[in-house]
Structure formats: C-alpha cells, structure tokens
C-alpha cells in the first residue's frame, strides 16, 4: 500500500480548536490584544485579535506542540511554550499581561489540563507514542481501541469483531453499543462503509499521527452513529526531513501447536513479513509539506485438515446392524391390494369407462353397479 500525503488546512473534526481570555494582573479585560500561534514543527502561524471582551479563538489547528505569542502596545509579551494540541480537542489557554516597565519578554510553559471544560464529551486520545511505538500483532490500530475506558474484548464470532486474516477486525465494542454503531473518521472525512457501517479499510500504523475515541454526550458536530465516534488525524511532514525504514518478522517457532496438528507431523509453518517505509518533509518552508509511506505484507501459512481412516483392528470390529423384527412383520403384513411388486399402485379411471393398473399394464373392464328396474318408491 502507497500513500501520498500533501499537508493542507483541513477544516474538520480532525483539527483541535484553542481559545481563552487575555487579561491584566488586575483581571481586568484585555480587549485588541494580538495573539499568535505557531506550530513548533512546521513553523505555521495563525494570529487572531482578542475581541471587546478578551476573548479569542483559534479553530482548525492541526494537532501537534505549539507556542503561544500575545502582544499588546503598553504590556510585556507573553509567550507561552509546548501547548499539546490533540486531535478533536479544545484547550482553554487563558493569558495575563503585565504592564510594561522595561523592555522584556515572560515566557512559561504550558501544563497538561486534567479536565477538558469546553465540552461536554467523554473519550480519550490515543497519541502518537501509543500509536507508532506499543507492539500489535499484525499492525492494525484498531486493535488499540481496546485501550479506550469502556471497551471490551470482541467477540471472535462478532459480525464485524471477527479478526479477518491480512485486514484485521474492522470494528471494536466500547460504551455498550454494537461494533456497526462506531463511526471512523479520517482528517474529518467518513471512513464508513455505507451498507454494513464498517470501516472501509485501516490505514496503515505508520500514517495515523493519533486518534480520539469519543463514547458518549457526543458534539451537536456529529450524529451519524449512534455510537463511538472515532476521529483519526494523519501524519504529516516538517520543516525538517524524516523517514524510517522498518520491518517485523514473524514464523511459528514461538507459536503453540495447532490443536489439529498431530506430534506425529511437523509443525504447520508460518511466516509473516511486514516491511515498508516512509519519509516527510518541507516542499515549501513553513508553507507546505509532504509525506509518503509504503507498507507491503508477505504472509505464508499451512493449514492442517484432518480425516479418520480406520485401521484393520477397527474394522474387523465393526458389525452390521442386527435385523429389525418389527420392521419384518410390517413389511410381511402389507396390504396386497395396494402393493404388488414393492411399490404402490395408483389407479386410473379413464374416460371410457375403463380402468388401468400402471404398475401391470393392463386393463380391466369397468364393473358397474346394476340396479334393478321397478317402479319408483
């Protein structure tokens, strides 16, 4: 699988929004203030003005770290470092300005928030350092949905649960709803297949930047699942030049044997191979970026079947089935009228007044009741 990736706004639900309030050391609001931020990585700028109550708001971030820049004619700066913007999420940042003095700059550097007070919803991220570094067998990120609170182990007979060789499953169980009632979304774009609700393919580990799985008191935003919403923002590249090369081996010397797999054979060889690479960066400086990855899978596997053939010890043993004396009696006390030859005859009554026998093939005169003339009783 090739993948061709070219960084460009996306106004979606991939994004993250940052807003906040600009006052004085007094609590007094700071109206006209300009406040700018910049991702650390690509060196992308958006600047906004605090509006007649303080306020600003920056929707449609890419995720990533950022910094902070908020500047006012007769105030120090303030700049705030490493602001983590997450996918589908929006961090209050709220900023104070001294009054200026001298000529400096405070900088601070922003913590974390426990709670995330914008909104009313429940989920979790799943970062980039999950994402690219904990083992999966097979490489499928859906599987890290079961890290989500609320989610349990799928079902290996599920409609959509069940794992599918090279594919992975394509769903998972979480809040109490069914797997087809999870929506997945990449760069704010359904993934969903329109008839059975699943998704339509898993992009590969090495493209998922990170992804949030909401489970329930959802954002008026959505709406077309009843369930999960699972919001996936890809990778994209820098102003610096990125790329790895990787391969994951596996074969069945670690593996248990198949139940089916009798001691007296060898083992049932497996081996996979999973392999590609990927590489990012700038075509224009703080502009616009690129990244492309490849990932190419290579599985071989024996399948056992099994047939039991009987040895000669075991078939000498076997006897026929002794005779059934109330079956005998049965068949001897048949009716012969309405067997003859093994089989039931059916008759026919033609429209000339004969009968016919199919079973001998021949006919027989018609015998007709005669009534005796008189005058009528």
Known sequence: M???????????????TLQGTVTDTQGAIVPGASVTATNEATGVQRTVTTDSAGHYQMAALPVGSYRLDARLAGFQ?????????????????????????????????????????ATTSVGQVINQRTVQEIPLNGRHFVDLGLLIPGSV?????GFLTAPLRGQGSFAFNTAGNREDTVN?????????????NQITFQPSINTVSEFKVDNQTLSAEYGRSSGAVVNIATRSGTNSFHGELFEFYRNQDLDARNF???????????????????????????KAFFFVTYEGLRQRQQLDFNSGVLSDAQRA?????????GRERHQRHRSPAL?????????????DGRRES???GQRHPARLLRVPEGPPG
């Open 77 to 117: 700066p303030k700049v705030v470092n490493a602001i983590r913007l997450e996918v589908a999420q929006t961090v209050v940042l709220n900023v104070q300005l001294g009054l200026s003095g001298v000529s400096e700059e405070i900088a601070v550097t922003a913590e974390a928030p426990v709670i995330e007070s």
């Open 317 to 325: 043993a076997v006897q026929p089935a002794p005779p059934d004396p």
């Open 339 to 351: 067997h003859r030859h093994g089989r039931r005859e059916r008759e026919h009554r033609p429209v």
């Open 2 to 16: 090739l993948l061709w990736l070219v960084a460009a706004p996306s106004w979606a639900q991939s994004t993250a």
């Open 358 to 360: 199919p079973a001998l």
């Open 153 to 157: 182990a799928p079902s290996q007979t």
């Open 260 to 286: 089916f797999n009798v001691a007296s054979q060898p083992q049932s060889p497996f081996k996979r191979n999973q392999f590609g690479a990927n590489l990012g960066g700038p075509l224009a400086k703080n």
């Open 184 to 196: 997945f979304m990449v760069n704010g774009v359904n993934l969903n297949d329109q008839v059975q």
